[in-house]
């Protein structure tokens, strides 16, 4: 009778030991997952003062080291999808930020990879017309329909693009007509450890959504 006794205590103990060490490993097996989370973003911060992203994207460019660093490109006006390879000036265009424009009417931002090349950059508005999301509502599919639509026809509609290039080349499509701001993250950010959030053509004093009370136009 005590050996039985003994046994199950034994076997307790083991048992115990066993979810302990399991424990530990899956903790141990989470840890590298956490310490990856996205810190790091481009664009503006919801109510930043415009001006004040401003000087931060142009502090971002300043430096004289030849590394590649991630950045993004906002315009005074979005740009017609042709226009693209003329804003990104020989960067390599990773992202295009697409959404079109309707007074009072809040329209779903849809943001297109792409690999590299023109012709890939340009063609990224009709796919940003298959990557809209799904309707909610009545008033949601009236406004994706309208999007769709517009997108398909090559509306001025590119708020943003997302690039890669050493600092001197961003300082330049910084300079160029029509581009708002370039803001530069460090060279060492991490490809898809990073936000985006475009700086919109409308955003002038603070950045803030609009009214969403607006009529929604046939497509």
């Known amino acids: 009778m005590p050996e039985r006794t003994l046994s199950w205590r034994g076997l307790a103990v083991g048992a115990v030991a066993l979810v302990v060490l399991a424990l530990l490993v899956a903790a141990a097996l989470r840890a590298p997952y956490r310490a990856q989370v996205a810190t790091d973003q481009l664009g503006p911060d919801r109510t930043e003062p415009v001006a004040d992203y401003l000087a931060r994207s142009n502090d971002s460019l300043i430096g004289t080291d030849d590394e590649q660093h991630w950045a993004l490109v906002s315009f005074t006006e979005a740009l017609a999808?042709?226009?693209?390879?003329?804003y990104g000036a020989g960067t390599r265009i990773a992202q295009?930020?697409?959404r079109v424009s309707i007074p009072r009417v809040q329209t779903p931002l849809v943001t297109v990879s792409v690999p590299e090349g023109a012709a890939a950059?340009?063609?990224?508005?009709a796919d940003a017309a298959w990557l809209l999301p799904r309707p909610v509502d009545d008033r949601a599919a009236a406004i994706l329909d309208v999007s769709a639509a517009r997108l398909?026809?090559?509306c001025e509609c590119t708020v943003g693009l997302v690039v890669r290039a050493p600092l001197p080349q961003?300082?330049?499509v910084a300079a160029r007509y029509g581009v708002r701001?370039?803001?530069a993250l460090p060279a060492d950010a991490?490809?898809?450890?990073?936000?985006?959030?475009?700086?919109?053509?409308?955003y002038v004093d603070v950045v803030r959504p609009g009214p969403d009370d607006g009529d929604v136009p046939p497509a």
């Not at 991490?190 to 409308?202: C, K, Q, S």
């Open 181 to 183: 701001a370039v803001q």
């Open 152 to 154: 398909r026809a090559g």
């Open 170 to 172: 961003l300082r330049n």
């Open 121 to 125: 950059a340009v063609a990224s508005a």
């Open 81 to 86: 999808p042709q226009q693209i390879p003329e």
């Open 96 to 98: 295009v930020l697409h």
């Open 190 to 202: 991490a490809a898809g450890y990073f936000g985006v959030v475009p700086l919109l053509p409308e």
